[in-house]
């Protein structure tokens, strides 16, 4: 089984920076894909940014530019680096992990972490 924990979060004003980290641990397979997602009230879960262990990386149009996902120092660790945040950026960040390369599908999932862009 495959366990996953975002941290990171929290209240921000617009124009700051945050950073989560996801840390994801399996006790058999590899783990091969790790994405960070986002969803906010009343809207669809949307892929943010991911990174498979193969190099592919994905990232999504609203956020180019301003947030930068990377592998973390551990083994299967992944980090969003949020810069510039935004009012719509808000919402809960949820990391994906998947025993597969496919960067939009994942099978194991965090229970979230808060992040608030306001004044």
């Known amino acids: 089984q495959v366990q996953v924990v975002e941290s990171g979060g929290g209240l921000v004003r617009p124009g700051a920076s945050l950073r989560l980290s996801c840390a994801a641990t399996?006790?058999?397979?590899?783990?091969?894909?790790l994405g960070w997602f986002r969803q906010a009230p009343g809207e669809q879960r949307e892929l943010v940014a991911a990174l498979s262990s193969g190099g592919r990386s994905k990232i999504a149009d609203s956020v180019k530019g301003r947030f930068t996902v990377s592998r973390g120092d551990a083994k299967n660790t992944l980090d969003l680096q949020m810069n510039s945040l935004k009012s719509e950026d808000s919402g809960v960040y949820y990391c994906?992990?998947?025993?597969?390369?496919?960067?939009?599908?994942?099978?194991?999932w965090g229970q979230g972490t808060q992040v608030t862009v306001s004044s």
């Open positions: 399996t006790d058999r397979f590899a783990i091969n894909a």
């Open positions: 994906g992990a998947s025993y597969y390369y496919d960067l939009d599908n994942y099978e194991f």
